[in-house]
């Protein structure tokens, strides 16, 4: 049987979902956090069907005391905390412990491995198999996405060592925007820094954005191509992004995912002056002050009480920070969401996915109450459900609004099917 894993490797981290490809159907899914500590915790949750397709019979696993079953005896999670030195143990260790639950019988099922890679510069306009160009280029972008494209290269060389005849798969935050028309790219800033330095718009999410614009049209029941459709990705990061001609057109991040909107700590747009007098005044450090824009900012500095969107609903009423927050929050997206239709010169669907996309009835509707001019409306009953695909507009509503589980393992996974 032809497995699929999708990877999304962090600097002490790994989450990883494993699929039945292409019924796309997950078997497990997991994450080993604080690699390179004494007290790494791997989890891996599967469901009860997942299991013997390894011809392992349950009661082999009975006794496992890091096994919990849920209640209705379909779903398992094994936890365990040990040592693991390196991204390298770590999958070995998961590996194998796949191979123990019964979800593999032996490594070689897993016939392709497809690996989130945050920074994939103006290089990769779609997903790409790995070859050792490749690797050597997202080595390169490192400069673009220093946290995170130096551990995307530890994964993608520690699965090519464990399980080297499966297809390897890179698939980019960024190739998603490689679409964007230069107006929308490039700074008004002397144009010899975008030659020079690749100083420009990268855009990132593009992954979850793709997804979820895709499965939009199929709702929708035309081709993407057809729709114009803007995507609002709102988790602890968030971003917008127009979608025209089944291609992305612009978004609301950056050169890094800094700006745009506000989001659960970082600031979104700001004036870059303001961040040097504020600097001279306080007395920071360019990293310090890097610090409080990406770690402090956003709900959390505005709000000064949390950067969780459902401690601020909860005092909406009574707190003004957290009516601030919240009220800036939307206004940023409503503002870029105005924008987009401008840009595109309308608008068929708008798209909510993420954490707060996904499942704050409230948020939805105040950006919606502040689109009502465009056409966009929500039926009351259907805004309040949640975790699943749905249409929320109004009957009479001109512009679709839609809610969409975002599923980056699944575009992964569907991406490494073309490489096969
Ligand atoms: P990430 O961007 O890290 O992937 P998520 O997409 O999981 O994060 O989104 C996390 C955010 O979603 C948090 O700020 C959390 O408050 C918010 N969230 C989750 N559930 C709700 C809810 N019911 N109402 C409001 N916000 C929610």
Same mark, same amino acid.
């Given at each position: 049987?032809?497995? &699929? ?61 890091? *096994? ?15 040592? *693991? ?9 998961? !590996? ?34 790995? &070859? ?14 220093? !946290? ?24 980019? #935050? ?13 700074? /008004? ?5 975008? &030659? ?20 939009? =049209? ?17 988790? =602890? ?21 800094? +700006? ?8 979104? #747009? ?80 708008? +798209? ?24 966009? /409306?929500?039926?009351? /009953? /259907? ?22 589980? &975002?599923?980056?393992?699944?575009? *992964? =996974? ?7």
């Amino acid at each position: 049987m032809a497995k &699929t894993m999708a990877v999304n490797a962090g600097s002490s981290s790994l989450k990883f979902q494993l699929l039945e490809m292409p019924a796309e159907q997950v078997l497990a899914q997991g994450l080993i956090e604080r690699i390179g500590m004494d007290d790494a915790i791997v989890t891996i949750k599967y469901d009860a069907k997942a299991m013997n397709q390894g011809g392992r019979l349950d009661d082999q696993l009975v006794d496992d005391s890091n *096994i919990t079953i849920s209640k209705d005896g379909q779903t398992r999670k094994y936890e365990t905390v040990l040592p *693991i030195k390196d991204h390298q143990q770590a999958i070995n260790f998961m !590996l194998q412990k796949l191979t123990d639950l019964g979800i593999i019988v032996d490594f070689n099922e897993i016939t392709g491995v497809g690996h989130r890679v945050v920074a994939g510069g103006e290089w990769f306009n779609h997903s790409v198999k790995v &070859t050792k160009a490749v690797l050597e280029k997202i080595d390169r972008l490192a400069d673009y996405a220093p !946290l995170h494209n130096p551990a995307n290269a530890m994964g993608i060389r520690a699965f090519q060592k464990l399980l080297p005849d499966a297809v390897s798969v890179a698939v980019f #935050d960024t190739s998603f925007y490689q679409t964007m028309p230069e107006e929308n790219y490039l700074y /008004a800033i002397p144009y010899q820094y975008y &030659t020079r330095y690749g100083a420009r718009k990268y855009g990132a999410h593009g992954t979850s954005h793709r997804y979820v614009a895709n499965r939009a =049209a199929d709702m929708l029941r035309q081709p993407l191509k057809d729709l114009k459709v803007i995507t609002m990705h709102l988790g =602890a990061g968030d971003s917008i992004t127009a979608v025209k001609d089944g291609k992305a057109l612009d978004t609301s991040m950056g050169f890094t995912p800094l +700006v745009g909107v506000a989001m659960a700590t970082r600031s979104g #747009d700001v004036d870059t002056s303001l961040i040097y007098y504020i600097q001279e005044r306080e007395g920071l450090t360019n990293d310090q002050m890097l610090n409080i824009l990406n770690k402090k900012s956003g709900l959390l500095g505005l709000s000064t009480i949390s950067s969780d969107m459902r401690d601020l609903l909860a005092v909406y009423d009574t707190n003004d920070h957290a009516r601030l927050a919240i009220k800036v929050f939307v206004n940023r997206i409503v503002k870029y969401v105005g924008q987009y239709i401008a840009e595109m010169g309308g608008v068929d669907a708008l +798209v909510f996915t993420a954490g707060i996309g996904e499942n704050s009835a409230p948020i939805r509707q105040m950006i919606a109450d502040k689109l009502a001019y465009f056409g966009v /409306a929500l039926d009351e /009953a /259907a805004n309040q459900k949640r975790g699943e695909e749905i249409d929320i507009s109004a009957k009479d509503a001109r512009v679709k609004t839609l809610v969409i589980p &975002t599923n980056e393992e699944l575009m *992964i =996974a569907r991406d490494v099917e073309l490489f096969k």
